[in-house]
């Protein structure tokens, strides 16, 4: 038995394969089949035409583990090409050990240009934040997502939240945060807060903070989703109305940072992440955003870099 | 300052992926060689073909081997290494009875046509710890399989088919008719290609559960065996045998053998709950890659429980086994937990602490 794995004929360069890692060669330009990428595209753009409309596709199993991106990865290698610039993200920063895992994945199969600047990259692939930056019409965001049905918090049948997401009866979801408030006097909802995309599709924005789910509003970047393990992919076009669900006398709101600010770069505008000091046993802030924060600090001190930043 | 703990991302990774490697191979004892896995741990081999959903005993011992003998994680190896291969065709329908048999029982007859056949199994022997295989001799073992074989008389050629025993039932009329069929044959689902949708078609069902995690079926089946359910099964019929794969030659139209695999194949009776209709009963279906008995048990019992129109358990509701019993898609979730949660921690940390805020002062309202 060989190991080696027939290749599809579909070179995108004349010299793709030398530019191709050792071992790299094994596996097609993306590593997914042409079949597979043809499908995603396809369904990507009934999910762009159906905004926030959950679309099944057959996804493909892949090197790395379900639940850890699987659905991003099919997106971005079904949409990346030699002219692509990307930039991946955990929880907002840049090399977070996952994010350097698909990097290395998708650096390997395709040998795209990697960036951390948020601006520099066509194409971002991100879990669970949207860059602080605002994204701009040529760039293209492709969430992982956990679990795309928003429904799931109410209801746990497939077949049922199809139905209910046909008839666009959302009323459970509008009662499950009315008895929030009458149980706790707030919606409880943390992260992956519920929002209403183009006044028609109930969607699961991922495990977003709240503090992000106004940058899902008429944005001019295509905000793309996909759930590799429940198969699943969605889309928010640029300029496409999302909001939260919310009442009248309920607002939504986001995350409070009271007047914290970010320890290293003094960004008080930022979601932060709690740290507590290992020494002291302070409660200190950073962004969450990495890339952005290194940004700012080295437009406050251009003279006098830190050491930190010199990390790469 | 403690600056977050996961970051620092290429580095780790490459010290992660050199102790793994000391922790496989840093004893002192001989390497594993990926042929000694697949003829002497051959169960470990079919599981996980059956549950990496591809029949490559060579590629499922490599996988094991790579694995360190972690079945989830060599099925999962398989699995991406399987997404990577063309869909070139789909086999012809196989006809089981034709199956070279290497063991066939029935716990429904005492006597079968063709009769009953033990073969290799370990139901019968006690499970002592062999000492002797401490220090096993490769020459004198090899002795003693050559002997076993020395004085034995060939055999009178086997039937090249054995009658199923669930046919001995249908033709009574105990058997719960075959559903009528429309004319049209209900079109294959293949759920490597589209997304799994409910109510699932029988290929999509039987697709699920023959590509299940074994442990994972296994539980599902014995909660419904045990009482959270109504299956009472009885095994019709148990078979481990190799059978020919056919294929129709896409050019010339011709059907041609492209190869053989061991399956296992298990038919299990039980009695449909009255509704009001004469009893009868109804058989559930397993089959799975390899020789894995409790996995193609455990398969024809929720092949059966999820038929059921009302579920009135967990392992009755199709939608709740067919989406569960995937180790590869449970294991990865499962194991995502260990990712960094910390911006949806700290957005949780927001609303609870706001709520314990809103909480003091309503009962210190001077506070």
């Known amino acids: 038995m060989t190991l080696s794995v027939p290749l599809e004929p579909m070179p995108p360069t004349a010299d793709w394969r030398d530019r191709l890692p050792t071992e790299g060669d094994r596996y097609a330009y993306g590593f997914l089949d042409e079949g597979a990428k043809r499908e995603i595209r396809r369904k990507l753009l009934k999910a762009v035409a159906i905004p926030g409309c959950q679309v099944a596709f057959g996804s493909r199993e892949m090197p ?42 998708v650096k390997r199969v395709t040998d795209a240009a990697l960036t951390t600047d948020t601006a520099a990259a066509t194409l971002i692939q991100t879990r669970h934040r949207i860059p602080e930056e605002p994204l701009r019409p040529h760039q293209v965001l492709v969430f992982q997502v956990p679990i795309p049905e928003p429904l799931r918090l109410v209801e746990p049948s497939e077949r049922t939240t199809r139905r209910m997401h046909a008839e666009a009866d959302y009323s459970r979801m509008w009662l499950y945060l009315y008895e929030d408030i009458v149980k706790f006097k707030a919606i409880t909802v943390g992260a992956r807060y519920p929002v209403m995309v183009n006044r028609r599709h109930l969607m699961d924005p991922s495990p977003i903070p709240r503090w992000d789910v106004p940058k899902l509003n008429r944005g001019e970047a295509l905000l793309l989703f996909c759930a590799g393990r429940e198969k699943r992919i969605y889309a928010v076009p640029p300029h496409t109305r999302v909001e939260p669900l919310a009442f009248e006398d309920f607002a939504f709101r986001v995350e409070a940072f009271d007047d914290r600010r970010c320890e290293r770069c003094g960004a008080t505008t930022t979601f932060l992440d709690e740290v507590v000091d290992d020494k002291t046993g302070r409660r200190v802030y950073s962004c969450s955003d990495t890339a952005f924060c290194d940004k700012i600090r080295r437009r406050g001190d251009r003279e006098t870099p830190s050491p930190e930043e010199k990390r790469g | 300052m403690g600056y977050v703990a996961v970051r620092g991302g290429a580095a780790a990774i490459e010290n992660a992926a050199q102790f793994s490697l000391v922790r496989r191979a840093g004893g002192d004892s001989n390497l594993l060689e990926p042929a000694q896995i697949r003829d002497q741990l051959h169960f470990a081999v079919d599981r996980v073909m059956g549950e990496g959903s591809l029949y490559a005993p060579d590629l499922a011992a490599l996988a094991f081997k790579q694995a360190a003998g972690d079945t989830l994680e060599a099925a999962f190896i398989l699995r991406a290494y399987r997404t990577t291969l063309p869909r070139l065709g789909y086999a012809e329908p196989i006809a089981t009875d034709a199956m070279r048999l290497i063991r066939r029982i029935s716990a429904a007859f005492k006597d079968i046509p063709g009769g009953q056949l033990l073969g290799p199994t370990s139901d019968y022997t006690l499970r002592l710890l062999n000492f002797d ?105 148990l078979r481990v045998g190799y059978l020919p794969v056919p294929y129709k030659n896409p050019v010339s139209g011709v059907v041609e053998t492209i190869g053989e695999i061991l399956v296992t194949e298990a038919e299990v009776i039980s009695r449909i709950a009255d509704d009001g209709g004469p009893a009868v009963f109804s058989l559930g279906y397993g089959l799975c890659f390899g020789h894995n008995e409790t996995k193609a048990i455990a398969m024809a019992v929720l092949d059966r429980a999820i038929a059921a129109t009302e579920p009135a358990a967990p392992s009755e509701d199709q939608e709740f086994v067919l989406t569960h019993v995937d180790g590869i898609e449970s294991m990865g979730f499962c194991n995502h937990y260990k990712l960094p949660h910390y911006v949806t921690f700290q957005s949780e940390l927001d609303r609870l602490r706001n709520i314990q805020a809103e909480e003091t002062s309503a009962r210190d309202p001077l506070s």
């Open chain 1, 64 to 105: 790395i583990a379900r639940g850890w991106g699987t659905g991003g990865l099919q997106l971005t290698l079904a949409l990346i090409g030699p002219q692509d610039v990307l930039k991946v993200i955990d929880q907002g920063a840049d090399d977070s050990v996952n994010a350097v895992n698909i990097k290395r994945f």
């Open chain 2, 133 to 237: 295989l401490q220090a096993e001799s490769s020459a004198r073992t090899r002795e003693a399989v050559a002997q076993l074989f020395k004085d034995t008389a060939p055999l009178a050629p086997l039937p090249e088919r054995f009658p199923k025993v669930v046919e001995m039932l249908r033709r009574e009329g105990l058997l719960a008719p075959r559903p009528a069929s429309s004319g049209k044959e209900e079109p294959l689902v293949d759920i490597t290609r589209q997304a799994l949708t409910f109510p699932a078609a029988r290929s999509a069902q039987l697709q699920s559960l023959a590509r299940g995690e074994t442990g994972g079926m296994l539980a599902l089946a014995y909660s419904n065996m045990r009482g959270y359910g109504s299956v009472h099964p009885v095994i019709g019929e």
